[in-house]
């Protein structure tokens, strides 16, 4: 470690002092280099730097000072702890093994107008004292990436997980221990200003699934005149071991996406903000639009039916027309939302819909039970590859709604 | 080592009288030193007493002391001197303070004594203030953790003391004026003041509040304790004791402290203190999400009730597991009594997955107000005409939720959910719920490791003509996924 760059800064007066006199101008000190280094990552808003040295005291009231000059230390954080493996110099050889040092932090002064403290330190013996001074340290950025590299088929992705951190901390760390909170631990050094980009994880055969979603309040139109809806293909990945994922919960960063071009290449196909996903949930991630699934949407029917005053029950019909001029064979999400159905037809009454599903309702199997609320409802629509002559199939399906008792 | 001493306090040798307090260009001063001093600090006000003591020699007559205090906070009408022997032969006639010169004054005191008196100056001052803070360590499980309390105290007065004995009070006093404003103004305009006459009355009653305190604890704290043989110095000693509405933390033996400097000392120490985790959803607390408290209390069990906790910050950090440690939190507690609890709120915990899913929703018990006429209809009572004239006045909106939780960590885990329903509302579950006050309800959980709980319940909430009050009932009743 270049300890001459260092800013912060460890001394220890060598002589015995007494805190009256710690503050003499002429002084001799020892300059205890960094014995070790952990930098924790795992919480999300600090970092916490751990620094060992083993600081040579002599009997009697030692003063340590630590300077932390142009660097953002949150003085009041800092700890000091002795973690043993300190021994008497002056005891017998047979006898260091069993008679460490007693050592204890009387008080911390801290001097106008300085980045630094000093500790008065008592020793009931002369010897090297390993501490341990934690701190939490600003402007030591982290943050993580990923790189997802789907197979030719679109069936399984590798996922790397990166962990970038940014030293603007205006101190250089020689090699130090690097923890995220979870994934293996890092030995590194990171100088000023510099930034580090280490692999946390790396999934392999990760099963995705490409969705295709419409969605006229989430997404919205393609093309409004024409009723088409805009089509967003997603690779959806679950976070649990069975589908190799469900280390832990996969961190937010934006994930570049690449597929195998077939050619032993691969070609860039698009890039999302992965959101944080904690185990057992999905990371969606917008790949593009696909513009080969057509969806149109109209509002076929909507009828009031008077019960009594100004209470009445409404009858709509949602028509989807969809035709999928892929190769393929693939599923559509049809998404909706009841209330802003209601609010489509007659204007947001401030109330929940009271909402049944009728007769013409054409969608199999019903919503999805998992993924359905009382508002919003979900379909999963099967949808053949286009024909040998290059037509598609016209899918039309219904959702057909009866809203009760509004005024 | 500062040089200079920005108090002095000096004997005058001109001949004097009363009215004619000094000589104009000619004088001739002795300077006697402090022999002891003692700092009495206050953290709820910037308000420090300060006793200095002081073996001045008088002659018989009239002795004029001077005493100055440039370039600090000191309040001028707090200044006050006693005679701790010869008490009965030293009287002061008068006290002056000078036109020309501020933050100065003269005692005119007169002796029968002839020989060495103690004297004690003491006054309020400004620019020092104490802090505490507190240094946690949870073990890696979660069941213990150490605690380490400090206090640090800041001289900014302008003045430097040394060899000081140092007392700090734990409660709220009450002032009727700043000590830093009272510093800045003229010993003329102090004793112009409407209510100085007040300003003494609150300084003779901290006086004689300290002085009851002073005799237990000095007596007590300023010997300091013999280091055992062979063990390394021990940090210092806070005696710890109560005086009426506050607590006085006298640290052991005496302090120097710099004009400018801080020093921070432990006050308490304590290992193995039990901590409780519990998760927490109490919006009006903590936003709308659930968060992870540490609860600790300040009790026997504890091992920390031997004192009050005063206002500071607790930093809190857990045992990695890894020989480290882990950041978790650092935030201010208010003051804690002796016997209750403190809280520390973690944060979003990313292994307790907290969802709230409404289900379904639906409108019931639909009453009409016919149009015209003060006469309301049920719609779905059998045989009962509705007016086609009429307008809906009452009905109920029911609404069915699921509030599922997911356990990642490796431990149960104690849920404890808030909700607020402002209005007539009807809470129906069969969860282990209670009313927290009359619109919020609360329901526990435990879920175990690993647990994905589906908590359900339904409210009913009567509107219109049908909100015949404002509060929420319970009913126990089993709700339908």
Redesign the interface.
């Known amino acids: 470690m270049r300890f001459h760059r260092s800013l912060l800064c460890l001394a220890v007066a060598a002589a015995s002092v007494v805190?009256?006199t710690a503050?003499a101008r002429i002084k001799l000190i020892t300059l205890p280099v960094r014995e070790r280094v952990?930098i924790?990552l795992?919480?999300p808003n600090?970092t916490?730097v751990?620094e060992e040295r083993i600081v040579p005291l002599v009997r009697?009231?030692n003063q340590v000072d630590f300077s932390w000059a142009n660097t953002q230390i949150d003085p009041?954080?800092i700890?000091f702890r002795v973690v043993g493996g300190a021994a008497k110099a002056d005891a017998k050889a047979e006898a260091k093994a069993t008679d460490p040092?007693?050592?204890?932090?009387?008080?911390?002064?801290?001097?106008?107008?300085e980045a630094s403290l000093v500790w008065q330190v008592?020793?009931?013996g002369s010897g090297g004292a390993r501490v341990r001074i934690?701190y939490?340290l600003g402007n030591m950025n982290k943050s993580f990436n990923y790189r997802a590299t789907a197979s030719n088929d679109e069936k399984t992705l590798v996922l790397s997980e990166y962990m970038r951190i940014q030293n603007l901390a205006n101190e250089s760390f020689g090699s130090s221990?690097l923890?995220a909170?979870f994934g293996p631990?890092f030995l590194k050094p990171i100088g000023i200003n510099e930034t580090k980009e280490m692999l946390v994880e790396k999934f392999a055969e990760v099963p995705v699934k490409k969705t295709y979603t419409c969605d006229p309040q989430a997404h919205g139109y393609l093309d409004r005149p024409q009723n088409k809806l805009m089509v967003p293909m997603h690779y959806v990945l679950t976070n649990n071991k069975a589908n190799r994922l469900g280390a832990a919960?996969l961190q937010y960063g934006k994930v570049r996406i690449f597929q195998e071009d077939g050619h032993g290449g691969t070609a860039f196909i698009g890039e999302d903000w992965g959101k944080?996903t904690?185990?057992?949930?999905e990371m969606r991630l917008y790949v593009g639009v696909a513009q080969d699934i057509v969806v149109r949407r109209t509002i076929d029917k909507n009828e009031v039916h008077?019960?009594?005053?100004?209470?009445y029950n409404r009858e709509v019909v949602v028509k989807y027309e969809i035709e999928n001029f892929k190769d393929k064979a693939a599923v559509l999400d049809v998404s909706e939302n009841v209330r802003a159905i209601r609010n489509e037809v007659a204007g947001d009454t401030g109330?929940?819909?009271?909402w049944e599903l009728d007769k013409a309702t054409t969608f199999d199997g019903g919503p999805d039970k998992e993924k359905s609320?009382?508002?919003q409802l979900l379909y999963h629509v099967s949808l053949p590859a286009r024909g040998a002559d290059g037509k598609a199939d016209k899918i039309v399906h219904k959702l057909h709604l009866l809203i009760?008792?509004e005024? | 080592?500062r040089t200079t001493h920005i108090f002095t306090m000096a004997i005058v040798a001109s001949c004097l009288v009363a009215t004619a307090a000094k000589a104009e260009n000619v004088d001739l001063s002795t300077v006697p030193n402090r022999n002891t001093v003692q700092l009495t600090i206050y953290n709820s006000e910037d308000l420090t007493l300060v006793r200095e003591t002081r073996k001045v020699s008088f002659k018989p007559g009239a002795n004029p002391l001077q005493f100055s205090w440039a370039n600090t906070l000191i309040d001028p009408s707090s200044v006050e001197l006693r005679f701790l022997t010869h008490g009965d032969k030293l009287s002061v006639l008068d006290t002056t303070f000078p036109h020309a010169k501020p933050q100065m004054l003269y005692w005119n005191v007169q002796s029968e004594l002839d020989g060495e008196a103690t004297i004690e100056i003491s006054y309020f001052t400004a620019g020092i203030g104490w802090s505490a803070?507190y240094?946690c360590i949870a073990d890696a499980d979660e069941a213990k953790v150490g605690i380490e309390g400090f206090v640090?105290v800041?001289n900014n007065s302008g003045e430097d003391y040394?060899?000081a004995q140092v007392r700090l009070v734990v409660g709220r006093i009450n002032l009727v004026q700043k000590i830093a404003e009272l510093a800045r103004i003229t010993p003329q305009q102090v004793a112009e003041l409407e209510d100085s006459a007040k300003a003494r009355f609150r300084g003779d009653a901290l006086r004689k509040a300290m002085d009851a305190s002073l005799a237990v604890s000095s007596a007590g704290a300023m010997a300091p304790a013999a280091a055992p043989q062979?063990?390394?110095?021990?940090?210092?000693e806070v005696a710890k004791e109560g005086l009426g509405e506050y607590f006085i933390y006298t640290i052991e033996g005496t302090?120097?402290i710099?004009?400018?400097?801080?020093?921070?000392?432990?006050s308490l120490e304590a290992e193995a203190v039990p901590m409780k985790i519990q998760y927490r959803y109490r919006p009006a607390e903590y936003g709308e999400q659930l968060v992870r408290m540490v609860l600790l209390t300040n009790d026997k069990e504890s091992k920390l009730d031997t004192t009050p906790l005063p206002d500071g910050?607790v930093?809190l950090?857990r045992r990695?597991g890894?020989d480290?440690?882990?950041?978790?939190t650092?935030q201010p507690i208010k003051y804690v009594p002796i016997g209750d609890k403190f809280e520390l709120n973690l944060g979003v915990d990313?292994?307790v997955?907290f969802d709230l899913?409404?289900?379904?929703?639906?409108?019931d018990e639909?009453w009409?107000l016919v149009?015209g006429a003060n006469i309301y209809r049920r719609?779905d009572r059998a045989g009962v005409q509705?007016?086609?004239?009429?307008?809906?006045a009452g009905?109920d909106?029911r609404?069915?939720f699921a509030q599922r939780v997911?356990n990642?960590t490796k431990k149960p885990i104690d849920l404890e959910i808030r909700r607020t329903l402002p209005g007539h509302v009807v809470f129906r579950s069969e969860l282990p719920v209670k009313n927290h006050d009359f619109q919020t309800v609360q329901y526990t959980a435990n879920v175990k490791p690993g647990e994905k709980a589906n908590l359900l319940y339904e409210t009913v909430q009567r509107q219109g003509y049908n909100a015949k009050q404002n509060n929420v009932t319970i009913e126990r009743a089993a709700i339908a996924p």
């Open positions: 805190p009256a503050f952990e924790q795992d919480n600090a916490l751990e009697g009231v009041g954080t700890v040092l007693d050592v204890k932090v009387l008080s911390v002064s801290y001097p106008p107008n008592s020793s009931n934690s939490l221990g923890w909170g631990r919960p944080f904690p185990l057992d949930d008077r019960i009594a005053g100004n209470l109330r929940d819909v009271q609320t009382f508002e009760k008792n005024w | 080592m803070d240094v640090r800041t040394e060899d062979g063990r390394a110095e021990a940090p210092k302090e120097t710099r004009a400018g400097w801080s020093k921070r000392m432990r910050t930093r950090f990695n890894r480290g440690l882990t950041y978790l650092a990313p292994e997955i899913v409404k289900l379904r929703t639906s409108r639909l009409m149009n719609v509705i007016e086609v004239n009429s307008t809906v009905w909106d609404a069915t997911r990642y």
